[in-house]
């Protein structure tokens, strides 16, 4: 048989050869698009001429010989090819399955441990097999005798002693058959023994190819994994005692591949793995069941806050309710929602607590439930707590080790590899292994070279391979992700050149790429190096970069305290990514290239500068917020928020004793490099979130995201096909949904009566022609979501076929997630449950605005498009006012101090709206100003805001803090709507710091 690839430089002439002498031909490791070179020999274009057959390959006539067959393997894991590739090809699923792999891993387990066990009962397969054949043989012989004898059978010896023969030969098989079934039931109790390892292995195999749906990247081969396997038979510890040695290699087993596959993923994907590991171990061990599992990763996701028992406290959020409803069908919790209120100061006081995790649970909770069952309470209640808690568990059910980090040691990751295994680096923001890559080559005395990848880089990639192959030592190849078409080539060249010296390595370095090839990365040791985190990680990092004499350049005073403000700030706005929208609407990769610009311009600034006049701070505050950072940045409010960092940092106070950035971060009086590092030294290793200018209550918005982020991926990968681990099918449960949705669903409305209501309101009032736009779009949801459920309906009872986008619906709702084709027509949300809630109650406010009149106040969040709606109230009033001009008329506003319920008229211009909740910040409602916000307490509801239009464009008085309005918790310029002004009695710049800003949506 041949063996090719599609990129290999000979494909052409070995499909060639094996059409016209006749032999097999497998081509490996395909993607999606096949070579249009094979498709005349797929189609069985064939031209006969005499007595053989020719097919065109390209421009060439090659005959076509018996004996030739096309196999073509593809290491996807989920390809979709063309109908017509479909058609041509008969298509086989090899991929392995759980019991299949678990049976495989059996068999080499028993090898290794049991070696005599799997000898006898391979024999006895074989004695099996050739007595059956035996048996087979003398039944036909009997047949062909009985049939072709002529004449008296009683007549015909030959036939009586064949009969004879059979006969005896029969009781002789029939006995052996027998005592081999006696022996293959003692063979399998023995081999059963050591079941548990290969379901072990079968788990822990198929987490890691679940890891591939998380990144592309992460690709581990069966031959890498059954190496590791292999590997935990031989190192573990022996013991006669069979339950014993069991134990050991299961264990060692698991945190080797723990370890192997760590190593190898993102810092955020690590603990998503350790959380899946001890969840699937668990499920195997019937810790917890299925049902349970999935209440961990949904939690009340899928349900209709209006639908279910009431919420009796104003203190426990929406979606806290919702969780603890879901939570209290769970046998143990069923009590819970009756509990709270009885005991309601109890659950407050546990509640507001930093840590509830630690603390005793009100109504004897914390005796009764395990660390599992206390991780679902706490995902229920505080989901910001929930990473915490999740760690305990994993600590209690796996053992502490797998709470631990997993510290990347370069050296030993060398000692793993050879010649033939690439070392592959997966980069991230802000790292790059190169330093100590070199740093390992120079220690263990071999040579590296690097080279940088890219356009036309393949060549002195190439050149330096082979030489280093001869003569041992490192390459070096960076960011491949801009050279892939140069990887498939290099795994050829390291994996069939005969002769390589022993010292020889390739190391890559790489960004994450869809395209990067898959039997690269199934071949090599995966790693990644991550920067850590934190101000004295950050500062540390750009230290170590800065030589004694770089320190000494400038005699300026001013030069040591700029160069460390300047880093300072360098390391603030990389880390205030983590805080989400918080922190930046859009996150930066600001990198260490701004930071050298910056130097260079405080270095260039103080040469040319007048001792007598002193820095220009305008200029330098300008530099940073404008140029050097600023340049990144493309959102305004971005942009205020490094203007306010410049601003607040950067002036004479930063040369004052009393300066600090916050409360234990000062600027160090230092001479020497050697100083300044022990100054960062002396740093706090956890930092609070007000070093980065937030509120203390951005570390609960961190922490629940994150949470959210590992439950949501975990979610996403889980498998499509399953029913509910014995309960109800995925069907079933949609179906219900469906019912219940299309039952709630509001009537569709009737055009002519709409048309009708807005004319007697005045049709061609501004703020009428915008209920008729949203009263549209409003009706096209509905549309929408009638007819999706009731096919959906259809299809799942099978009265027409399921449609791609039925499939979408289906895996979504049974998920708790808005349908991809709603979300298209519709808005962002974060749970189906909460979609559906909202589209009743935005479709309440249009169906009263014109059946029942103009409300007083106006729900903000109800509307498609609320920049729409301030428009048209802006027309509105400049058309009640004579001479004014809409150019010149802005938006004003006060903040009242009634709540919606409390208003009873409409303003006299204008228009009152609610609905809106400060992020960052909590109201005064008494002073009407902004104030610092409530520990624990995320979101504060404004109370009533008037809006109104002024006739001028002047600034706003810089006094009033400008407050960004969005759509959604994410701030992006398609959620952005407007901005209104609020009192504040500290400095604007500091509620920028914070990232304040009001959204009409919080889920």
């Given amino acids: 048989m041949q063996v090719t690839s599609l990129n290999h430089k000979y494909f052409r002439t070995h499909l060639e050869d094996a059409l016209s002498l006749g032999r097999p031909l497998l081509i490996e490791d395909v993607e999606e698009e096949l070579d249009p070179a094979l498709d005349n020999v797929l189609e069985k274009n064939f031209i006969k001429s005499g007595s053989t057959f020719k097919v065109k390959v390209g421009d060439k006539e090659c005959d076509v010989m018996k004996g030739f067959y096309l196999y073509i393997t593809t290491k996807l894991p989920n390809p979709a090819y063309t109908p017509e590739v479909s058609a041509r090809t008969s298509i086989i699923d090899f991929t392995v399955t759980m019991k299949g792999l678990e049976d495989q891993l059996l068999g080499r387990v028993i090898l290794t441990e049991k070696n005599e066990l799997e000898a006898e009962r391979t024999k006895l397969m074989e004695d099996v097999t050739a007595n059956k054949r035996k048996m087979a043989e003398l039944e036909d012989n009997l047949l062909y005798k009985l049939t072709s004898t002529q004449g008296s059978l009683v007549e015909d010896e030959s036939l009586i002693h064949v009969l004879a023969t059979t006969k005896v030969t029969a009781s002789e098989v029939s006995e052996k058959l027998t005592v081999a079934a006696d022996t293959e039931i003692k063979i399998n109790d023995a081999r059963e023994e050591f079941r548990p390892v290969a379901t072990r292995g079968s788990i822990l195999y198929f987490l890691i190819c679940d890891m591939s749906m998380v990144n592309c990247m992460y690709q581990t081969s069966l031959r890498q994994f059954l190496g590791l396997f292999d590997t935990s038979m031989a190192k573990s510890e022996k013991s006669p005692i069979t339950g014993k040695r069991i134990g050991n290699i299961i264990e060692y087993l698991t945190y080797e591949v723990f370890r192997y596959s760590c190593r190898g993923l993102y810092e955020n994907h690590k603990f998503l793995f350790t959380l899946l590991l001890t969840l699937k171990i668990d499920v195997d061990r019937d810790r917890l069941t299925h049902v349970e599992f999935q209440v961990l990763i949904k939690g009340g996701a899928a349900l209709d806050l209006n639908a279910v028992q009431p919420k009796p406290c104003k203190w426990i959020l929406d979606m806290t309710w919702l969780n603890l409803v879901e939570l209290s069908k769970l046998g143990q919790f069923h009590e819970i929602l009756n509990q709270i209120p009885r005991n309601e100061k109890g659950w407050k006081a546990w509640f507001d607590k930093d840590a509830p995790e630690e603390e005793t649970t009100p109504d004897g909770y914390s005796n009764s439930l395990d660390t599992f069952r206390k991780l679902l309470f706490i995902r229920s209640w505080c989901p910001d707590r929930t990473i915490a808690q999740a760690r305990k568990y994993i600590a209690d059910s796996m053992g502490k080790k797998y709470a631990d980090p997993v510290i990347l040691n370069l050296e030993h990751t060398w000692a793993e590899s050879d010649t033939r295994t690439p070392l592959i680096c997966f980069l991230s923001m802000g790292s790059d292994p190169t330093n100590q890559i070199e740093g390992l080559a120079k220690k263990l005395h071999f040579e590296c070279r690097a080279i940088s990848m890219g356009q036309g880089q393949e060549v002195h990639a190439r050149k330096l391979v082979h030489q280093f192959m001869q003569t041992g030592g490192w390459v070096l190849l960076q960011n491949c992700h801009l050279g892939l078409n140069f990887m498939d080539e290099l795994l050829e060249t390291i994996t069939d050149t005969e002769n390589i010296n022993e010292g020889f390595r390739v190391w890559i370095t790489t960004e994450v790429h869809n395209h990067f090839p898959i039997s690269f990365l199934q071949t090599s040791i995966k790693f990644t190096n991550e920067p850590p985190q934190g101000i004295k990680a950050g500062l540390k990092r750009t230290y170590t970069g800065i030589t004694q004499d770089m320190l000494d350049i400038s005699n300026m005073h001013q030069w040591k305290p700029m160069l460390y403000g300047v880093s300072f700030l360098h390391t603030v706005v990389q880390e205030r990514r983590k805080f989400g929208p918080l922190g930046w609407n859009i996150p930066y990769e600001f990198n260490s290239a701004d930071w050298t610009a910056s130097v260079q311009f405080v270095q260039n600034h103080l040469d040319d ?65 050697a100083q300044c590092m022990d100054f960062i030294e002396e740093l706090p290793l956890v930092d609070s979130p007000e070093a980065f200018g937030l509120h203390p209550n951005a570390d609960i918005t961190y922490q629940s995201n994150m949470a959210k982020e590992v439950l949501d991926t975990i979610m996403s990968i889980q498998p499509k096909d399953s029913g509910g681990g014995g309960g109800e099918t995925r069907e079933s449960v949609v179906f219900k949904l469906a019912d219940d949705m299309l039952e709630k669903l509001p009537p569709d409305y009737v055009p002519h009566e ?105 729900w903000m969040t109800g509307f498609f498009n609320p920049q729409g709606f301030l428009t048209a109230m802006r027309q509105e009033v400049t058309r009640a006012h004579k001479g004014w001009a809409l150019d010149s008329v802005t938006l004003h506003n006060d903040v009242i101090k009634a709540f919606q319920e409390e208003i009873t008229s409409p303003p006299q211009e204008g228009v009152y709206i609610h609905g809106l909740y400060l992020d960052g910040a909590s109201w005064d409602r008494r002073n009407c100003r902004l104030t610092e916000s409530q520990a624990k307490v995320l979101f504060t509801m404004l109370p009533v805001v008037h809006m109104y239009a002024i006739n001028s464009t002047a600034p706003k008085d810089p006094r009033l803090y400008q407050c960004p309005v969005y759509k959604k918790p994410h701030r992006t310029d398609l959620t952005y709507i407007a901005f209104i002004v609020m009192k504040t009695t500290v400095s604007p710049d500091q509620w920028t710091l914070r990232g304040v800003g009001a959204l009409c949506d919080i889920k």
Avoid: H
């Avoid at 808005?818 to 935005?842: D, H, I, M, N, Q």
């Fill in 609 to 673: 500068m007048d001792p007598k006049k002193g820095v220009s701070w305008n200029t330098v505050r300008y530099m940073f917020g404008e140029v050097q950072y600023g340049g990144r940045v493309t959102d305004d409010y971005d942009k205020r928020l490094l203007n306010t960092f410049s601003k607040v940092w950067f002036g004479e106070n930063m040369f004052q004793d009393a300066f600090n950035f916050y409360k234990g971060y000062t600027i160090p009086k230092c001479k020497t490099i």
């Fill in 754 to 858: 709409v048309r009708d209501r807005l004319r007697r309101m005045g049709i061609l009032q501004p703020l009428n022609i915008f209920l008729r736009q949203e009263i549209d779009r409003m009706q096209k949801v509905i549309t929408i979501v009638r007819s999706t459920l009731s096919d959906l309906k259809l299809a799942i009872e099978g009265t027409i076929i399921m449609s791609e986008n039925l499939r979408d619906a289906l895996d979504n709702m049974f998920d708790a997630r808005v349908p991809a084709l709603w979300k298209k027509v519709s808005w962002e949300s974060s749970t189906l449950g909460f979609w559906f809630t909202e589209l009743l109650e935005r479709n309440e406010q249009f169906s009263k605005w014109v059946f029942e009149g103009r409300p007083n106040v106006f």
